[in-house]
Every structure is written in structure tokens, then in C-alpha cells.
């Protein structure tokens, strides 16, 4: 894991060009579908070779437009990939917002999320009877004086063998709570700002790839050095078919839409890799919480005492 | 902060630089800040331990109190001492939550506030700045004279209540202030008009103040919104006077004074839109009903 | 959608001679728990007829919607209030306090009750170096106050806090510092 490949992300100037650029086409503003201009044919058999990608010219994407720029933070920059190919081929090298992409990364706040998305949804289903629930135990077992035994109401007591339990697990008992709504976003910026100073984020066109074969994306991943594990993420929550057929035989790499990004993912998946669309939309959401007018207003679907 | 091959490297930078070298951030690495959970401890002592601060036999053992307030046969105290009406009525009164010149003032500087038009409570609740709860028994916002000296506004307010040296000072600037009454359905729609027309219910007919303060509201002192407007042109003259300060000629900025005298009719809530009307947010239209009672209801 | 406006359009027979009251008002649209409870859809002439007002009110509408994002401030404006606009250059110290999105400096007058109410005030939204700023303000403030200063650096949350109420004290550093 030290021989990480340093030139994916740049947070420094010192760029490493692994592909040089060829006469820059104009600076065009990101947008999905411009990638559909590419011919791809999507082959079923992966016996059969596949077909040379058709490019425009490099780089297709260099300049991209920040929503709040950022006055005194240095913009982080990342390289665009490819999918149609198993080498990674750079498309070009784009703009993330540092207020998503290099936050500080609180682990405290990660954890919390952690723990919350655990826990929120789980109900406890163990259970024991109290005393009136046990089996028997409605007649006084013998009068109160004369026996010179001890004095005793019901044989289901706590005190007696096989009686109740007092302060035992009470089924069904949730757990529900809701962490603040600046707790989760926080932990959304610090968790995308840990995976992308680690160097385990990655950013691709599209999810678009040429054979739906899984051994494909095997291939792809392992000569990538992407983790065990890949998320992929887009914006659109039917993704294409060839990828969602491919990753289907594996649990390892997960197709998710952008509104399923959530803490806990990231951090059980090894790499994770977004679509151009998902990078666009995540910041379009979380800068907008964080400058959004009405603040009050985002904290209030949970609340327990309503007005 | 770090800059190009400047490494100064604090704070988040640092934190991220740290992360470059340190195995990668997983489920099994991350830990809570100490002392944020508190670990349940089933211990002995709980609740007080063995007597658990009950004592010994007797009623307090027992479970067998006497009564709160009683004292063992003598006049209790709750029933010797007479009760005075200090808040006597104290769940019917309005509340007004207050707004000061100097956050006016900041929210004008801020361009949270649109000087450019009237400022009404809809205006001041959209900044999302002041929450207002009609539930709360609160009647909408009062003008308070903290920064008084400093405030420099030239405005079209509208409130539902303000002291004199408050109207004074955004009379001074050239400004117009009116103090309006609203009941409390017209405040729930106020308070958030695009929740209000999503409901899909006609916009209300504001009612005439309470007895209590149709004097408030009629008197032109107040620049109450009842008030016959001669009169109020008087007071304004009047009060230029006592507090010694040129009074504005607002026929001195044609562009401006058409916004300066608007006003809203005493059964409107929002400015140019009638009671009665139904919003329809989605197909942006505006409908009006034609039944004769209804509109005779809405007119009157 | 036009059904949906003359549904809508149901009043009371006694409307017009009494006052709306509160609980009234809100019996007009209500919401019971069951479909089954809810009063039912009655035929058209049941309801009035409506018509549509003409589109130039549109604008009255329009004039009601809130910003959904922070409005930013007058950049050429005079400030006649204690608030100043965030710089446009840094200053050149270790250390930076990023404005709130509303642009308000970051001081902040807690009260927290530990064994008794305390009175702290507290920046946030440090970014740098936040010791040699911990040691910057507290001299200021023993300076001006002439009394020893408790203070607290939280170096995870990134923020200050002061045993006391410096609040004004602290926020006229910070403007004149340039953050």
C-alpha cells in the first residue's frame, strides 16, 4: 500500500503527465453526456478482442467551474479516468472543492456517524417475563403465619427460582436516535476528504464499460491497484448494464447512487470511485447545506418535540 | 495554510498530510473522542443503595406520604398566604419579539434586507434570521432603540410595535414606518408564504385588531395602520419638531416615493395580492372565486 | 390540478358574520387520520365557480419567495452598522478565522453550567496555526483587562475558549487583525 500511485491525486503543483496533452480543445463545462460522443461498443463475448476506443483529442476535460469558489483555501485537483479500459487512461484533470474534498477529517465525527448508522435502525428483539407474565404464580403458595417458613405471595417472584426477571431486555426495544444534521454532513466532508488524501478516491467519466464479463472489472481494478473493495458511485440510480452486470457475481464492488452516500460505506469499502455527475452533484448538495439560508429548517425532519 | 512548495503545514493540512502516511481510515480504526460514551455500569449502589434514601419504618419507608404542602393540621402556607394576580391573564397576552435598530441595521448592511422594497414581517421572517410562532401566543416583531444613535436606514417598515424615539430615528433617515396588526391564521401565512400557497388554501382576510388595541392602532402617534393619514402626516411634523431634526420631503426622490406609500389595505396580508385568492405554486396561476357570498365575505 | 382548487374552495355556512378565530381557521383545512374519516369529494356545484386573476400579479408571488442560499453582502456599500465585510486578502499571520456563511466574525458568548454558570466565549472556525493565536489574543486581553485569562485550545474541534464575557473584546481583535 506505500507504492500508492502518487499521480492520481495532486495536491501540490508537481504534476506527472503520464499521457501528454495534446492540442487542449476548448475548456468545456463538465457534463455527462458530452462523454456519450465517444464510440463504445459493448461486446457480450470477452474471448473476442476488443474494439480500439475512439477519443477526441486529450485532454477533454480541464477546467471546472466551482460552485462558492473557495477565497483562501488551494483547490484540490484530481484526475479523470476512464472505464472503457482496462489500462487507465488520464481524460484530464479537474477542480474539487476543498471545503468538500479537504476538510479537516475529524475520525470523532466519523465514528459518531459510524455508530448512529449501526445503531439508529436496530431493534433489539431479546426478551424475558416479568413477574405476571411467567406461567403460574396467582396463588399464595402457603398462608403467612404458621408454616415457620419464610413469607412469600407468588411462586414467579423475583426472588424465587424460574420468577420473573425485574429489569431484564423488554422486546421489541429500539434504538433509534438521529445524529444532528451537522454531525452527518460533517462526517460526509471528512470522510471524502480522508479517502482523497489517502489517495483512495479516484474519479472516472462514466460507469460505462465495454463487456458486462466480471473478470473485466477484475482486470481493471487489479491493474489499477484500486482496493479489494470499490464503490462505485453515480448520480443517476440506474446505472448501465454492463456494469451492473459485471459487479453483480462479486460483493465487493457495489454500484450506489449519490443519495446513498453514506459514511459507513465509504470507510468499508477500500476505494472508492465516483462519476464526474456524482462528484458535480455531491458538491452541488453539501455546499449547499453549508450555505444555505434557511439553517434552521435542515434539522428539523427529527425532531422529537414538534411545532 | 499551505501554498505552492509552501509547507506550512497546520491545522487541516497538517491533519491531511498525517493521513497520507497513516494506514488507511477503516471501520477498525476509528475511535470516539474519551469520555463521549459513558459506559453503563450495573454496579451495586444503585439508586441510593440498600435503603435507597427512604430511612427507616414510618410513612416516608412506606410510601405513604401526606399530601404536598400540608402541615400536619396548622394553616398551610399555600392557603395563609393570599395569591396576588400577577399573571393573571398572562396566556392571553401578545407577544411581541423584539428586533433592534442595530440588527436592522446589520441586516441592511448584509443585504439580507431588500431596501429597495417594503419591509414587512414576511420580508423579516424570509431572511430566516427571526423565528415568529403565532402558536407561541406571538403576534409578530417590535422595533427596539439599541443602536438607535447609529442607525442610518432609509426604509419602508412595517411592524406591529415601535416606541416613539424608534420612529423618530427611521423618520429621520427619510424613512416610513407603520405599525400593523395581524391575527394569528394571516401570521401563519405570513411567516412562510410558499408553505402557505403549497397548502393550497385561499389567502386569508385579516381581521380587525382586538379591543384592546384598536386605540393603539387607530392612533396616529403610533403610525398605526387604522390611523386617518392626515393625521399621521401631522405627527410626523410633530415629531420632527421634539426631537429636533429636519423632517425629509419625500416628493425629494421621485423613483423612491411610489415604494415609500406603499401600504397594504387593512384586509390584505400580502401586497398586491387580495384575500381569497388561491396561489397554485405549480402552474403559476392565481384564482379567484365567483360566488357572490364569497366575494361579498372578501370585500367587506 | 383545477379539481384540486375548487376542493379547496369549501367554507362554512357562518363565515361571513363571525370572526375567524385560531381554531377555527385551522377546522377549515383539516387533516383526519384515516381516508375513511375525511370528508368526501362533493359535486361540482357544491363549490364556486373560479376564474383565473390576471398574470401580471405574478410577480407579487414571486416577490414572497425566500433565497434559498446566503445573499451576498453590498460589496461597494457604506456599513454603517459594527459589521465589517470579510477581507479580500489574508493577512499575513500564522493562523485564519474563516467568517460564518452568514459573514459574521466567529465569536460566540456560551453560558455552561459545569458546577455553576459560566460565562465563556468562545472562536471557532480557527484554521492554522492555533496556539500562536491562543497566545496572540491572550495577551490582548490581559492587556486591556489587566487580569490573568483562563483559556482553553481544543486542537480537534479547532476553536478558543475564554473564561469570561470578551466577546466584544475578542470580536474587535479579530476586525482588526483583518480576518
Known sequence: MATKIINKTVTEFSLRITRCFFVPSKAIQTNAALFQERSETSITNVEEQLLPTIRPPLPIIYSRKLAFPPKFKAVRQAWVSNMDTVEEEKLGLIDLHPEVFAERPRVDIIHENVRWQQLYRHVSYANTKVRYEVRGGGRKPRPQKGSGRSRHGSIRSPIWRGGGIVHGPRSPTPYFYMLSFNARLNGLRSTLSAKLAQDDLHIVDSLDIPTDDPSYLEKLVEERGWGPAVLFVDDNDIMPLNITAASDVHGHYNLMPVYGLNVHSMLKHHTLVLTLAAVERIEERLLFHLNRNDAAEAGRKHRLDSL | MAGVGNRVLAGTDRALDLLRELPRLSLSNIRSNPKAFKRNKRGRGQHGGKKHGAGNKGSGQRQNFMRLGYETGNNPFYLRVPKEPYYKGHHIRREYPPISLMQLQTLIDTGRLDTSKPIDLTALCNTKLFQLSPFENQYGFQLTDEGLDNFKGRINIEVQYAPEQVIAAIEKNGGVITTAFYDAPSLIAMRDPMKFFASGTPIPKRQMPPENAVEYYTDPKNRGYLADPDLVALERFKLAQKYGYELPDLKKDPELLPMMLERKDPRQIFFGLNPGWLVNLKDKKIFEPEDEQLLEYYRS | ?179
Not at chain 3, 46 to 74: G, M
Not at chain 3, 138 to 151: A, F, G, M, Q, W
Open chain 3, 1 to 179: 390540478m383545477a379539481s384540486a382548487a375548487a376542493r379547496s374552495f369549501v367554507f362554512r355556512q357562518h363565515i361571513n358574520t363571525c370572526r375567524l378565530d385560531f381554531a377555527s381557521c385551522l377546522n377549515i383545512k383539516s387533516f383526519y387520520s384515516s381516508y375513511s374519516a375525511n370528508p368526501k369529494e362533493k359535486s361540482p356545484e357544491h363549490y364556486t365557480q373560479y376564474h383565473e386573476v390576471s398574470s401580471d400579479n405574478w410577480k407579487f408571488v414571486e416577490r414572497l419567495k425566500p433565497p434559498t442560499v446566503v445573499p451576498s453582502f453590498p460589496k461597494n456599500g457604506s456599513y454603517f452598522s459594527d459589521w465589517t465585510p470579510p477581507p479580500d486578502t489574508p493577512p499575513n499571520l500564522p493562523y485564519f478565522v474563516k467568517r460564518t456563511k452568514n459573514f459574521m466574525v466567529p465569536v460566540y458568548l456560551n453560558f455552561e453550567a459545569i458546577r455553576n454558570q459560566r460565562k465563556i466565549t468562545m472562536v471557532k472556525h480557527i484554521e492554522g496555526d492555533i496556539w500562536a493565536m491562543e497566545k496572540d489574543i491572550k495577551s490582548h486581553l490581559e492587556e486591556v483587562t489587566k487580569r490573568p485569562v483562563v483559556s482553553q485550545v481544543h486542537e480537534v474541534g479547532m476553536y478558543i475558549k475564554f473564561r469570561g464575557d470578551y466577546a466584544l473584546h475578542v470580536k474587535k481583535w479579530l476586525l482588526n487583525a483583518g480576518f
